[in-house]
């Protein structure tokens, strides 16, 4: 039975306390919040310990989950490694480069298992395109939230356009060899909306967009590439991909037109969604990871390197002497 213990029980954290206790081979062995409020409501709904004592519940523990605000992760994370724990954190991995850096060298020395918390990678509608062949030529993100005051103690790059960058790093396998980007502060005293361009060594282009000052939500990603164009969309869990046709497909809806090149076959298909829970499947994945003793889905250099790429956007947006 792995033994965990959870940091952070609000808002986020009561997610993952649903889900830990669906996941079998698990037991929380209790929690640490310091908000008495917060942690007397979860203590008695959900029957667990409330540990005032960081250390203590690390020591009681084999892995820890930390979902605590941003500020706190690397001490707690720090804490555990040096414990020998293993480490599941929610994204960004860290606060600044430097601990990053500590974290992810500490993690290696330990040779502990960290996985860092960039759910959309196992969302249902992204999962649908695993298998496809992925080859990027132009990317189109859009990542709109509408304001809540939870989570604006960072910027929007490191609240939501994070989980694009993860992806797009995920998918792209290139380096980085130019950003561009703008930013406005709006509500709060850091970026509330950003337009990135990010180019690569191999060609691609991804151009993002992220608010959490609009009026509607959307979570999609377009991905252009030769002889197709795939949709993803992460709130609405849909996908959906147009591509030149060159064999029949049954499965798809397709149509001919006219090119200077002659007649082109084009299909529209729809690959099936898995019916997952993202959250539920991303712990169980850490736990997998440690009782099989294999790589986590989303490591901790992974983290680091979307944090990386994170903080030179924010640095660009610094240097526009637009207020961020």
Same mark, same amino acid.
């Given at each position: 039975?792995?033994? &965990? ?9 009561? +997610? ?65 490694? /040096?414990?020998?724990?293993?480490? +599941? =954190? ?5 606060? #600044? ?23 959309? /990678? ?12 992925? %080859? ?41 060899? %130019?950003?561009?980007? %703008?930013? =406005?502060?709006?509500?709060?005293? @850091? ?5 990135? /361009? &990010? ?10 967009? $992220? $608010?959490?000052? *609009? ?18 969309? +992460? ?6 991909? @147009? ?13 001919? &037109?006219?090119?200077?090149?002659? @007649?082109? #076959? ?18 169980? *994945?850490? =736990?997998? *990871? ?5 790589? #986590? ?22 240097? #526009?002497?637009?207020?961020?």
């Amino acid at each position: 039975m792995l033994k &965990i213990g959870v940091f952070g029980v609000g808002h986020l954290g009561k +997610f993952h306390l649903n889900n830990w206790k669906e996941i079998s081979g698990v037991k929380i062995v209790g929690f640490y919040d310091p908000y008495d409020e917060i942690a007397k409501e979860v203590a008695e709904k959900y029957e667990l310990k409330r540990f005032l004592d960081a250390d203590k519940l690390i020591d009681a523990c084999d892995a820890i989950d930390v979902i605590a605000p941003t500020n706190h992760h690397f001490a707690l994370c720090e804490k555990a490694i /040096r414990k020998g724990k293993h480490v +599941f =954190v929610e994204k960004p991995l860290a606060h #600044t480069i430097e601990e990053g850096k500590l974290l992810v060298n500490m993690a290696k020395e330990a040779n502990i298992k960290m996985q860092v918390g960039h759910v959309e /990678r196992f969302n249902p509608a992204y999962l649908a395109i695993k298998g496809i062949p992925i %080859n990027p030529m132009f990317i189109e993100v859009h990542r709109l939230a509408q304001f809540n005051p939870r989570g604006t103690e960072v910027s929007v790059i490191l609240d939501l356009m994070i989980h694009d960058i993860d992806i797009i790093l995920n998918m792209v396998k290139s380096d980085v060899k %130019n950003i561009v980007a %703008n930013g =406005v502060a709006v509500m709060t005293e @850091t970026a509330d909306i950003a337009n990135v /361009r &990010i180019e690569f060594n191999n060609g691609c282009v991804a151009n993002l967009t $992220s $608010s959490r000052i *609009s009026m509607k939500k959307m979570r999609k990603m377009r991905l252009f590439q030769k002889d197709s164009y795939i949709g993803i969309d +992460f709130l609405e869990k849909k996908t959906e991909i @147009t591509k030149l046709l060159h064999e029949p497909d049954k499965d798809a809806f397709s149509f001919d &037109i006219e090119t200077p090149q002659g @007649t082109k #076959t084009i299909a529209i298909s729809k690959p099936v969604i898995p019916e997952v829970n993202a959250i539920k499947l991303e712990l169980t *994945s850490f =736990v997998n *990871s440690i009782v099989e003793n294999k790589p #986590t889905v989303v490591s901790e250099i992974d983290g680091f390197l979307a944090m990386e790429v994170a903080h030179q956007i924010l640095e660009k947006i610094s240097n #526009t002497n637009i207020l961020v």
